[in-house]
């Protein structure tokens, strides 16, 4: 069991690329914390410095309250599983799972009771005298997680280990890992590029982006609370609509029509200027249709362009009025995040509403589109930062 405590980390490697920034971040003893962000973000070079398998360029890594950046890997007791599960083909899945005990020098009889409660833990005790030929990925997946497990290190440290699974095992693998951990109560470190797994997995999730911790918090927080705008695109999918905006007079002013701004944004806005451009965030389920309950609140006129039923969701999609959001934030959003690629158009050039899949609304048709105005975020387009953070530079948490 152990507290992984980052202090002021850096890493430049040999030559000279500044591969991750400043990291601040206190993970106390048994969570089970993820660090999300875009592919090469830097998140495999922070997981191999706590792994002790890259050296720490700056900054401190302490474990249990102890600094360890000169510590050897194997002496830091500390678990890694990677995407490829390197498995031994001659050996058994039971010899595959001792295999670090022997080598650590167990007694036998240790090394069986931990084989036998890890395969168990893991679903498996039947399978202990195959060959890995002959397991399915889900199963070899499982055995490379043994074989952590097994040792019952201070800590796991876990580089996109289910990458290599198709889809739907990669879901079942997924909650089967949640209960694991939470069963084991290990500290655990888990890197992924894929923000679904980030936020069903995690206590807390860090996102990284260019080297850099954007926010970290329950995904609860990322989620409601982005602090950029970086957070805000990457974190919710689809990802949340961004729209040039006004703020006028105790109103956000759109092209597609003007809201009020909330109880909850009016006390943080204390630092806006009158007229203020910035950036209204507004997630895809913060619009409903107007058509099919009564209710109150501002609606936005739309000409529905594209429409996916989903069964349970059904997905609206329209254009902002003339112009979409312009910033350098949305533009490095879309570039680093593969947005731009996913969606087949920049952030803020096209709008999505998740609507009730009762909805009527249809391609080539107009549609009144209620706004949750509970539910928005506003940028500042220079920064992208959030205008709740105002104040705040470096969104990190720092220990004390
Ligand atoms: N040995 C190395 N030398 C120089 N640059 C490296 C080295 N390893 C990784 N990088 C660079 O550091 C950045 C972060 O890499 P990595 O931590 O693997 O990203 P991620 O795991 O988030 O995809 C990338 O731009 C990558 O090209
Ligand atoms: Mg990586």
């Not at 309250?65 to 498995?87: H, T």
């Not at 007079?249 to 007229?275: C, H, K, Q, Y």
């Not at 387009?381 to 969104?395: F, V």
Request: charged fraction near 25%.
């Amino acid at each position: 069991m152990a507290r992984i405590e980052l202090r002021g980390i850096h890493k430049r490697y040999a030559d000279g690329f500044h591969a991750v920034k400043d990291l601040n971040l206190d993970i106390p003893d048994g969570e089970f914390m993820i660090f999300v962000g875009p592919s090469g973000c830097g998140k495999s070079t922070a997981l191999r410095m706590i792994a002790g398998l890259e050296g720490i360029s700056e900054g401190e890594l302490l474990l249990d309250g102890e600094v360890v950046n000169e510590l050897e890997p194997k002496d830091r007791d500390i678990s890694m599983v990677f995407q490829s599960y390197a498995l031994y083909p001659h050996m058994t899945v039971r010899q595959n799972l001792a295999f670090p005990l022997r080598i650590a020098g167990r007694p036998k009889d240790e090394i069986e009771t931990r084989v036998n409660e890890a395969a168990a833990v893991l679903q498996l005790s039947d399978h202990l005298d195959r060959k890995p030929a002959n397991l399915s990925g889900g199963q070899r997946q499982r055995v490379a997680m043994g074989r952590a497990i097994v040792r019952s290190p201070r800590a796991f440290l876990m580089d996109e280990p289910l990458s290599n699974l198709d889809a739907k095992l990669r879901v079942q693998t997924r909650t089967e890992l949640a209960r694991l951990q939470r069963r084991l109560g290990t500290t655990t470190v888990y890197v992924t590029h894929d923000q679904t797994e980030a936020m069903t997995l995690g206590d807390r999730v860090a996102v990284l982006n260019a080297g850099e911790l954007q926010q970290v918090g329950t995904p609860r927080d990322l989620y409601a609370h982005p602090r950029n705008i970086f957070v805000a695109g990457f974190i919710g999918s689809p990802a949340m609509n961004f729209i040039a905006a006004e703020l006028q007079g105790g109103e956000i002013r759109t092209a597609r029509g003007d809201l009020p701004v909330n109880d909850w944004w009016r006390e943080r806005l204390t630092g806006a200027s009158p007229n203020q451009s910035v950036i209204l965030g507004i997630r895809p389920e913060g619009f409903s249709d107007a058509a099919l309950e009564e209710g109150t609140g501002p609606e936005f006129d739309v000409e529905i362009e594209v429409v996916e039923s989903m069964g349970s969701d059904l997905f609206a999609y329209f254009s902002p009025e003339s112009t979409g959001a312009r910033s350098q934030s949305l533009d490095d959003l879309a570039q680093q995040s593969g947005l731009g690629d996913a969606t087949a158009s920049r952030p803020g050039e096209q709008l999505v509403a998740r609507l009730d899949p009762m909805s009527r609304v249809a391609v080539g048709q107009h549609a009144r589109l209620r706004i949750d105005t509970s539910h928005i975020a506003l940028f500042d387009p220079e920064t992208g930062l959030s205008l709740a953070d105002h104040e705040s530079t470096a969104p990190t948490l720092t220990s004390a």
